[in-house]
Nanobody, 121 residues
């Protein structure tokens, strides 16, 4: 059974930084796709960034390019999202996601429970 457990959310002032982590367990495939989504109440869930675990290019939403960096620690099965120059509009619940074909445009199959990020003025 695949489990994704996020950590690292919190409150920060605009311009600050946070680092999210996602510990993955139970995945039997050697290569799959992992990434981050975010959601604000009343709005659709938005893809933030994604990375194939087997190597390949990363993808970012335009709204976070040059501010956020997604990375993976293959040995520890952990995904990270370094978020710099945070803005109030980055405030959301952030979800870790995974799936075999997610990086190709399909929806993720597995989701974490979410971690809240709040950015104040």
């Amino acid at each position: 059974q695949v489990q994704l457990v996020e950590s690292g959310g919190g409150s920060v002032q605009a311009g600050g930084s946070l680092r999210l982590s996602c510990a993955a367990s139970g995945y039997t495939h050697s290569s799959y796709c992992m990434g981050w989504f975010r959601q604000v109440p009343g709005k659709e869930r938005e893809g933030v960034a994604a990375i194939p675990t087997g190597g390949g290019s990363t993808n970012y939403a335009d709204s976070v390019k040059d501010r956020f960096t997604i990375s993976k620690d293959t040995e520890k099965n952990t995904l990270h999202l370094q978020m710099n120059r945070l803005k109030p509009e980055d405030t959301a619940m952030y979800y870790c996601a995974a799936g075999s074909t997610y990086c190709s445009g399909d929806s993720p199959f597995y989701w974490g429970q979410g971690t809240q990020v709040t950015v104040s003025e």
